[in-house]
């Protein structure tokens, strides 16, 4: 093969190739292709007939300049091309692109070949997310990608959005046939296309604390007095809440008689309704100081009306007569009206007390310049200005958000993402797991569903509960619901019994996982190659070779640690269980609720009541709560823990939190040393001299799951104190050990015994739980317990002796699962 060599390469080697320093191949005087080898698995391709090739940056690929060029080897002669990097081989005819000219080969992957313009089969590419989940009543198109089967998957950049030099809209050149693509070739390394993504895209930015805990939000008039009432019930009840949302109704809509005679929708508007709430500022900081942030629905679409009080400013700032009194319509390239949108509107908002703004666009993708998206313009400008008020109000450290819907690929930069309105069905409950799971597959990891379901449907206490339970084990937990006097998601409104217990407990629960988000919060906003990963995962991540885990769509991976399979269907009401159907990989796991244990490498059913939900942990899994059973109000650092041990394995998590005064980054070290039987917690790095955190002494204790006991006392040591005794307590899914106060740059160790394991199922215990549970006739019960009564009855007739009696199939489930849970077979 003749080798032209270009510019910026090093000499041919043995097999004619070229080493480039240059991540560029093509693209010279008269070219019309050109390629960019911007990672070892990602390669940009482009054709561009008029041989002007595109170098602003797009919305999706706003760092590919920043790419540094990995190694790869170049072969070429008059009419062919050849790109070879470690994870693929590129082959090109120098025309104009096609499926036969254009292609390449994953290395280390039996799959098809990709080709160029070829689209995948069903169910090869494993799906991206959609814009809106509006009406959706089950599952609906997710879309493509960077996950494939194939083991390689193309975006199509042709047509999006560009930045200008000013960081302005732009549109691309114009022209028919440009092509301006993305091929990411990492065969079934799914983590390494979703961080090649990230690397060209922009890495997905931190979260604030308190956008991790619960949300609520309802489509209703409320009164200032109903709100702030409603607020402090909550508290009464012990229910926490971190962010307050006012719909529609906070600003004069189409009910208003000034709406109406300008024609307008009402959707839209920026005049605090003061019959509702007669004194904004005073309202919000009412909220500010129960502990809550505070977002306004806006529905920009119909622009600025004259019976906007901050109409004439905003005419005066977008060069209009204010005396003319026309409406000024909504244009997001405009730059005087996006200038006046956030120096007039929103910014007088904010003086009023609002944290961040819910963008409801709904409107379409199309605006006056072509191929510029009105959503990508308004969250794109919107989370940038809600990062420089936060410095106009001395909140630096605070990390910037919004709400808004997805754009395409490269919106997971501007979180949290709202999916839209559901309907209030079993359905909708049961595809969002998938949805979201699919959704890290294009890096979109903050997901932000209406919990509980927001049109049509009916009321249904058990619906409501296993919906929360989800929220609880969601990106974002947000309660939402149409506007509506019969709809009921407060859970003192919920029927007396398992429902409002359930509704109640996983709120709490969610604000106890705060520490354990926001590690994973950090996780995901890593730039440093290591992680920079969605806190939702889809179990193939994990598990590229297994097809159970492609199967199994709704159940997912929750952060490191933990694995849920949600329950997505109603409970069999005799019996009194909901179940759902799962796959464990091979291992050993404890379910987070009951502490049994399962014998992983299988299919199985989980059973479960009203008051728990399967969330598995794997031997040498830790997960640090808030140790308060009520957490307060807003979602600051806790002052105590509580840490969720599996023991059976080495374990360790780097428990990450940001000092609340000053933003500095803190972690603390909690590990498990398996052979010999040692906790530890390190000393906590990085916290500030001087603060809050270095003065506190924290609480802690340990909650060893499926761990039924300890043969010797548990000794431990708390930094260089002499060791004592800690005082332990048996529950109903473990060991807990009070280990009690430790400043933070004390260490603790507990001393447990050698090789510390799992407790065995008391599965007869089990099943008498079951069978005492169900409503079924008393001679099936004295049936069924016939078979256990004797302590020494073989596993197998008890097995055998079931099927041979008349059941519903869900008892039978329920019963096989407490007999086979932690069995090899």
């Given at each position: 093969?003749?080798?032209?060599?270009?510019?910026e390469t090093?000499?041919?080697?043995?097999?004619?190739?070229?080493?480039?320093?240059?991540?560029?191949?093509?693209?010279?005087?008269?070219?019309k292709?050109?390629?960019?080898?911007?990672?070892?698995?990602?390669?940009?391709?482009?054709?561009?007939?008029?041989?002007?090739?595109?170098?602003?940056?797009?919305?999706?690929?706003t760092?590919?300049?920043?790419?540094?060029?990995?190694?790869?080897?170049?072969?070429?002669?008059?009419?062919?091309?050849?790109?070879?990097?470690?994870?693929?081989?590129?082959?090109?005819?120098?025309?104009?692109?096609?499926?036969g000219?254009?292609?390449?080969?994953?290395?280390?992957?039996?799959?098809k070949?990709?080709?160029?313009?070829?689209?995948?089969?069903?169910?090869?590419?494993?799906?991206?997310?959609?814009?809106?989940?509006?009406?959706?009543?089950?599952?609906v198109?997710?879309?493509?990608g960077?996950?494939s089967?194939?083991?390689?998957?193309?975006?199509?950049?042709?047509?999006?959005?560009?930045?200008?030099?000013?960081?302005?809209?732009?549109?691309?050149?114009?022209?028919?046939?440009?092509?301006?693509?993305?091929?990411?070739?990492?065969?079934?390394?799914?983590?390494?296309?979703?961080r090649?993504?990230?690397?060209v895209?922009?890495?997905?930015?931190?979260?604030p604390?308190?956008?991790?805990?619960?949300?609520?939000?309802?489509?209703?008039?409320?009164?200032?007095?109903?709100?702030?009432?409603?607020?402090?019930?909550?508290?009464?009840?012990?229910?926490?809440?971190?962010?307050?949302?006012?719909?529609?109704?906070?600003?004069?809509?189409?009910?208003d008689?000034?709406?109406?005679?300008?024609?307008?929708?009402g959707?839209?508007?920026?005049?605090?309704?003061?019959?509702?709430?007669?004194?904004?500022p005073?309202?919000?900081?009412?909220?500010?100081?129960?502990?809550?942030r505070?977002?306004?629905?806006d529905?920009?679409?119909d622009?600025?009306?004259?019976?906007e009080?901050?109409?004439?400013?905003?005419?005066k700032?977008?060069?209009?007569?204010?005396?003319?009194?026309e409406?000024?319509?909504?244009?997001?390239t405009d730059?005087?009206?996006?200038?006046?949108?956030?120096?007039?509107?929103i910014?007088?908002?904010e003086?009023?007390?609002?944290?961040?703004?819910?963008?409801?666009w709904?409107?379409?993708?199309?605006?006056?310049?072509?191929g510029?998206?009105?959503?990508?313009?308004?969250?794109?400008?919107?989370?940038?200005?809600?990062?420089q008020?936060?410095?106009?109000?001395?909140?630096?450290?605070?990390?910037?958000?919004?709400?808004?819907?997805?754009?395409?690929?490269?919106?997971?930069?501007y979180?949290?993402?709202?999916?839209?309105d559901?309907?209030?069905?079993?359905?909708?409950?049961?595809?969002?797991?998938?949805?979201?799971?699919?959704?890290?597959?294009?890096?979109?990891?903050?997901?932000?569903?209406?919990?509980?379901?927001?049109?049509?449907?009916?009321?249904?206490a058990?619906?409501?509960?296993?919906?929360?339970?989800?929220?609880?084990?969601?990106?974002?937990?947000?309660?939402?619901?149409?506007?509506?006097?019969?709809?009921?998601?407060?859970?003192?409104?919920?029927?007396?019994?398992?429902?409002r217990?359930?509704?109640?407990?996983?709120?709490?629960?969610?604000?106890?996982?705060?520490?354990?988000?926001?590690?994973m919060?950090?996780?995901?906003a890593?730039?440093?190659?290591?992680?920079?990963?969605?806190?939702v995962?889809?179990?193939?991540?994990?598990?590229?070779?297994?097809?159970?885990?492609?199967?199994?769509?709704?159940?997912?991976?929750?952060?490191?640690?933990?694995?849920?399979?949600?329950?997505?269907?109603?409970q069999?009401?005799?019996?009194?269980?909901?179940?759902?159907?799962?796959?464990?990989?091979?291992?050993?796991?404890?379910d987070?609720?009951?502490?049994?244990?399962?014998?992983?490498g299988?299919?199985?059913?989980?059973?479960?009541t009203?008051?728990?939900?399967?969330?598995l942990?794997?031997q040498?899994?830790?997960?640090?709560?808030?140790?308060?059973?009520?957490?307060?109000?807003?979602?600051?650092?806790?002052?105590?823990?509580?840490?969720?041990?599996?023991?059976?394995?080495?374990?360790?998590?780097?428990?990450?939190?940001?000092?609340?005064?000053?933003?500095?980054?803190?972690?603390?070290?909690?590990?498990?040393?398996?052979?010999?039987g040692?906790?530890?917690?390190?000393?906590t790095?990085?916290?500030?001299?001087?603060?809050?955190?270095?003065r506190?002494?924290?609480?802690?204790?340990?909650?060893?799951?499926?761990?039924?006991g300890?043969?010797?006392?548990?000794?431990i040591?708390?930094?260089?104190?002499?060791?004592?005794?800690?005082?332990?307590?048996?529950?109903?899914n473990?060991?807990?050990?009070?280990?009690?106060?430790?400043?933070p740059?004390?260490?603790?160790?507990?001393f447990?015994?050698?090789?510390?394991?799992?407790a065995?199922?008391?599965?007869?215990?089990?099943?008498?739980?079951?069978?005492?549970?169900?409503?079924?006739?008393?001679?099936?019960?004295?049936?069924?317990?016939?078979?256990?009564?004797?302590?020494?009855?073989?596993?197998?007739?008890?097995?055998?002796?079931?099927?041979?009696?008349?059941?519903?199939?869900?008892?039978?489930v329920?019963?096989l699962?407490?007999?086979?849970?932690?069995?090899?077979?």
């Amino acid at each position: 093969m003749q080798l032209r060599l270009a510019a910026e390469t090093e000499p041919p080697d043995s097999a004619g190739t070229t080493q480039r320093k240059s991540p560029i191949v093509g693209g010279g005087r008269n070219a019309k292709y050109r390629f960019t080898v911007l990672a070892d698995g990602l390669l940009r391709y482009e054709w561009a007939p008029d041989g002007h090739f595109e170098d602003r940056p797009s919305v999706f690929a706003t760092q590919r300049d920043k790419c540094p060029t990995p190694e790869f080897r170049v072969a070429e002669t008059d009419d062919t091309l050849e790109i070879a990097t470690a994870r693929f081989r590129l082959t090109y005819d120098k025309q104009e692109f096609s499926p036969g000219g254009l292609f390449a080969v994953v290395k280390n992957h039996t799959q098809k070949t990709w080709r160029y313009g070829e689209p995948p089969s069903p169910g090869e590419n494993l799906g991206g997310t959609a814009r809106t989940l509006d009406g959706a009543d089950g599952a609906v198109d997710m879309g493509l990608g960077v996950a494939s089967r194939r083991g390689h998957a193309a975006i199509d950049d042709s047509h999006t959005m560009l930045f200008d030099d000013e960081g302005r809209p732009a549109t691309r050149r114009p022209g028919p046939g440009r092509v301006d693509g993305y091929l990411f070739a990492y065969g079934s390394d799914y983590r390494a296309a979703v961080r090649a993504l990230y690397a060209v895209s922009g890495p997905a930015p931190l979260l604030p604390r308190w956008a991790l805990g619960n949300w609520w939000s309802r489509y209703y008039p409320y009164t200032a007095a109903g709100y702030l009432a409603l607020v402090d019930r909550f508290r009464a009840e012990g229910v926490p809440l971190s962010v307050a949302v006012l719909d529609m109704d906070w600003h004069i809509a189409g009910g208003d008689p000034r709406v109406r005679r300008s024609g307008a929708s009402g959707w839209t508007g920026y005049t605090w309704n003061r019959e509702l709430i007669p004194d904004p500022p005073a309202f919000l900081g009412a909220l500010h100081d129960r502990g809550l942030r505070t977002t306004l629905n806006d529905h920009p679409a119909d622009g600025v009306y004259p019976f906007e009080d901050l109409y004439e400013r905003f005419a005066k700032a977008t060069g209009r007569d204010p005396s003319e009194k026309e409406p000024i319509p909504f244009d997001a390239t405009d730059r005087r009206y996006l200038d006046a949108y956030f120096d007039v509107l929103i910014a007088s908002l904010e003086k009023d007390g609002m944290d961040f703004v819910w963008i409801d666009w709904q409107q379409g993708p199309y605006s006056r310049l072509r191929g510029v998206d009105p959503l990508w313009v308004l969250n794109h400008f919107h989370y940038a200005h809600n990062a420089q008020s936060h410095k106009g109000q001395h909140r630096q450290h605070e990390q910037p958000l919004i709400l808004s819907r997805y754009a395409g690929p490269g919106s997971h930069r501007y979180p949290v993402g709202f999916s839209g309105d559901t309907r209030v069905t079993w359905a909708s409950l049961a595809f969002q797991p998938e949805f979201t799971a699919t959704a890290a597959n294009v890096g979109y990891g903050w997901w932000s569903h209406d919990v509980g379901g927001h049109i049509g449907g009916a009321k249904d206490a058990e619906l409501l509960a296993r919906w929360v339970q989800l929220g609880a084990f969601s990106p974002v937990a947000r309660l939402h619901s149409t506007s509506s006097p019969w709809v009921a998601k407060e859970p003192w409104r919920l029927p007396r019994g398992d429902a409002r217990a359930a509704v109640a407990g996983f709120m709490r629960l969610r604000h106890r996982l705060l520490p354990y988000l926001y590690t994973m919060n950090a996780r995901a906003a890593r730039t440093d190659g290591a992680d920079g990963e969605p806190l939702v995962q889809p179990m193939y991540w994990d598990y590229p070779d297994c097809e159970e885990a492609y199967r199994y769509r709704q159940q997912y991976l929750f952060g490191s640690e933990m694995i849920v399979v949600p329950i997505v269907s109603p409970q069999d009401r005799r019996v009194g269980l909901g179940r759902a159907r799962g796959w464990l990989p091979p291992g050993k796991y404890v379910d987070f609720f009951t502490g049994v244990a399962y014998q992983g490498g299988r299919e199985l059913w989980f059973s479960r009541t009203l008051e728990t939900y399967p969330v598995l942990l794997s031997q040498g899994s830790i997960v640090p709560l808030d140790r308060a059973e009520t957490p307060e109000f807003g979602a600051r650092n806790p002052d105590g823990l509580e840490v969720v041990i599996v023991v059976g394995a080495e374990g360790i998590f780097d428990l990450v939190e940001d000092d609340e005064e000053t933003g500095a980054r803190m972690t603390t070290t909690i590990y498990i040393e398996q052979d010999e039987g040692l906790i530890g917690i390190r000393p906590t790095l990085g916290v500030p001299q001087g603060s809050r955190a270095s003065r506190i002494k924290r609480h802690w204790a340990l909650r060893l799951i499926g761990f039924r006991g300890q043969s010797e006392p548990v000794e431990i040591m708390v930094g260089l104190a002499k060791p004592t005794h800690a005082q332990t307590s048996q529950v109903a899914n473990g060991l807990v050990i009070d280990i009690g106060y430790k400043l933070p740059e004390d260490s603790v160790v507990v001393f447990m015994s050698d090789d510390p394991q799992l407790a065995p199922n008391n599965a007869v215990s089990l099943v008498r739980e079951v069978v005492d549970r169900a409503e079924v006739e008393y001679d099936l019960k004295d049936a069924i317990w016939k078979l256990f009564e004797k302590p020494d009855t073989p596993r197998s007739t008890q097995i055998s002796g079931l099927e041979a009696i008349d059941m519903s199939s869900e008892l039978r489930v329920a019963i096989l699962e407490c007999l086979l849970a932690d069995a090899c077979e």
